[in-house]
């Protein structure tokens, strides 16, 4: 059975539809309403079944989370050694030389904000993500959280 409806049967103005049936028929009505019900239903499938697909995947992948966690973790190191270097060069330019007991207490320093940061990013980007992944399901509420 033909869906399209050639050139040559549009330039005739013959009794067919775009699905090929003849508008003569007694069954042309089910018959177009099922071709047009089987065209939509194809349709369904090409278009939003992929995505679907890809959402579920997501929603129910637990190493999404981990993920998120693990990029949380290296954007805050990437962050702190931006400031360590940033804080050096300042320091040098300022002409300041720390003495070993200040170098180790600011080592210190930087060490406790740098993993409190860590932490805190990581528990965000898990909350975060895990609320994502409930409400893809259609669930607002965090579970397990």
């Not at 702190?80 to 180790?104: M, V, W, Y």
Request: glycine share 8%; proline share 3%; hydrophobic share 35%.
């Amino acid at each position: 059975m033909a869906y399209g409806l050639n050139t040559s049967q549009a330039m005739l103005g013959s009794d067919v539809n775009m699905f090929g049936l003849s508008r003569n028929s007694k069954t042309y009505a089910g018959d177009t309403y099922a071709a047009m019900t089987r065209q939509q239903w194809t349709d369904y499938i090409n278009t939003f079944v992929p995505v679907e697909n890809q959402l579920i995947q997501y929603a129910s992948d637990p190493g999404v989370v981990t993920n998120a966690m693990s990029e949380a973790s290296s954007d805050v190191n990437k962050a702190f050694t931006a400031q360590g270097a940033s804080t050096e060069r300042r320091l040098k330019g300022l002409g300041i030389t720390l003495s070993p007991e200040e170098q180790a207490s600011q080592q210190r320093s930087f060490g406790l904000s740098k993993s409190l940061a860590d932490v805190q990013a990581q528990n965000l980007a898990k909350e975060l993500t895990v609320r994502r992944q409930q409400s893809v399901l259609g669930n607002p509420a965090p579970q397990g959280t």
